[in-house]
């Protein structure tokens, strides 16, 4: 006997399998979970990579004097564990003394699984990261999480595939665009280090990290130049960094100063409906500033037209276009109360605000033709 655990805490160690573990991968060592004892504690560690980002979760277990490290396929591991009845304890085994393979026993139900050697296990962490902070988990959690909607997809422009994150005064910045819109997340910090470069965390550490962040647990981020890793309660992310140069956000913020009042909910519902009658990702509704009133307008040649109006507070007497699908991307990531909607001219990009909210935490959206 190696060790035995509950199954709700295997699962648990196993979180970030489905986020990191490649189901083919041409070094099968990489489509495998690593168990490892934590230093000398009765602790056991799972660890995952796929050599840019690497999960390291502690568990715990009854870990027995003969234990020795072992790798096996990740997401059959998984879905072995799932599978079991809720409070199932398992008990793994070496099937022999070379540990070519293991016995994994539950109940009634037992399970053979290839293993492959932990000495060929690659490692990403081990490197000096000269700056860290400590920010607040909630904090931490809904500024990833209203800025990731506009992090860029499209592989040519591999700078805008994450969140830029750096240090600014009074705290930290967290910013990602793909072009067509851009979204802004301050998080006030003391003794933030103003020296700590800019970096560029890629979209799939985002996503990891934002399903697997405990609820407010705080977070310790340290970082090199190449590479961040984060202290989340127990667990260690590593990750390698974008390299690449974010461009200078700052320059596509307009500094409008008169703004109209709308309610967000209200807003997203009326785009909504319109958005009905369009067909794909790419429509433009126009809106249309008079009186107090806001005219909502989608035309679709094959399909038909749609109209719907709002009323709105402020000074406002404008035409103008926007993707409806990314007006309601921004505004499901504001309050659901009221909007601050700063308008140019038609063909200049438009500004959202969260009424009440920090003046830096805001969204920046381009025109479109109408």
Do not use: C, W
């Not at 260690?236 to 390299?243: A, G, H, N, T």
């Amino acid at each position: 006997m190696m060790f035995t655990a509950s199954k709700s805490a295997l699962l648990d160690a196993l979180k970030l399998v489905g986020q990191i573990v490649e189901r083919r991968n041409t070094i099968p060592v990489l489509q495998n979970v690593l168990f490892e004892r934590l230093g000398t504690t009765g602790k056991l560690i799972a660890k995952v990579t796929d050599l840019d980002i690497e999960a390291t979760v502690p568990f715990s277990a009854a870990v027995d004097t003969d234990f020795r490290g072992f790798t096996v396929p990740a997401h059959l591991l998984m879905e072995i564990v799932r599978k079991l009845p809720d409070g199932a304890e398992i008990r793994v085994q070496a099937s022999d003394a070379s540990l070519s393979g293991v016995i994994l026993k539950s109940g009634r139900s037992r399970f053979s699984l290839q293993v492959l050697p932990a000495t060929d296990f690659p490692s990403l962490d081990g490197a000096e990261m000269p700056f860290a902070i400590d920010i607040p988990g909630t904090a931490f959690e809904r500024a990833i999480g209203g800025v990731r909607f506009a992090i860029s997809t499209e592989e040519t422009r591999y700078y805008l595939n994450g969140i830029y994150l750096h240090p600014s005064e009074g705290g930290l910045t967290l910013v990602a665009t793909d072009g067509h819109r851009l979204s802004k997340r301050f998080i006030p910090l003391e003794g933030a280090s103003q020296d700590m470069p800019g970096v560029i965390v890629p979209k799939k550490t985002v996503e990891a990290l934002l399903k697997h962040l405990p609820k407010g647990e705080d977070v310790t981020l340290q970082v090199s130049d190449a590479k961040i890793r984060l202290l989340i309660g127990d667990m260690v992310l590593v990750s390698k960094l974008i390299d690449g140069t974010f461009p200078d956000y700052r320059r596509v913020i307009p500094a409008y100063t008169n703004f109209v009042e709308v309610e967000g909910k209200a807003l997203s519902a009326a785009i909504d409906r319109v958005s009905t009658v369009s067909t794909g990702n790419g429509r433009a509704v126009k809106m249309t500033f008079a009186e107090g009133l806001l005219k909502l307008t989608v035309n679709n040649p094959d399909a038909g037209n749609a109209e719907d109006d709002l009323p709105y507070e402020g000074e406002a007497e404008l035409e103008v276009g926007f993707n409806a699908k990314y007006v309601n991307d921004a505004l499901a990531n504001l309050s659901e109360q009221t909007v601050n909607i700063y308008l140019g001219d038609p063909g200049s990009p438009a500004v959202l605000r969260a009424d009440g909210d920090h003046a830096e935490n805001l969204i920046v959206l381009m025109p479109m033709r109408v």
